[in-house]
Nanobody
Framework: QVHVVESGGGLVQPGGSLRLSCTTS????????MGWYRQAPGKQRELVARIGRDGSTSYADSAKGRFAISRDNAKNTVYLQMNSLKPEDTAVYYC?????????WGQGTQVTVSS
């Protein structure tokens, strides 16, 4: 059984920073393409950032220059460093593990950007 667990969400003021973490268990972490998605109220879930097995990264336009995704295969963990946060970044952030036609999702962590 594969488990995906996010942590690190919370309330932050505009311009602040947060680091999200996502840990997997029950699998070999390095074989998965890992991604961070988010879903704001009334909106569809959208991809924020993705990191490949080789460490290659891609970002949504809204995240470029502000967010950084990284992975530590020894710790079975992927991170999302979020800087210069804006109110429009408020959403539930989900971690995704993807390989071929298989996807595993975490339960999500709330990020609220507000003064």
């Amino acid at each position: 059984q594969v488990h995906v667990v996010e942590s690190g969400g919370g309330l932050v003021q505009p311009g602040g920073s947060l680091r999200l973490s996502c840990t997997t268990s029950g699998t070999i972490f390095s074989i998965w393409i890992m991604g961070w998605y988010r879903q704001a109220p009334g909106k569809q879930r959208e991809l924020v950032a993705r990191i490949g097995r080789d460490g290659s990264t891609s970002y949504a336009d809204s995240a470029k220059g502000r967010f950084a995704i990284s992975r530590d295969n020894a710790k079975n963990t992927v991170y999302l460093q979020m800087n210069s946060l804006k109110p429009e970044d408020t959403a539930v952030y989900y971690c995704n593990a993807h390989r071929s036609i298989v996807d595993y999702w975490g339960q999500g962590t709330q990020v609220t950007v507000s003064s």
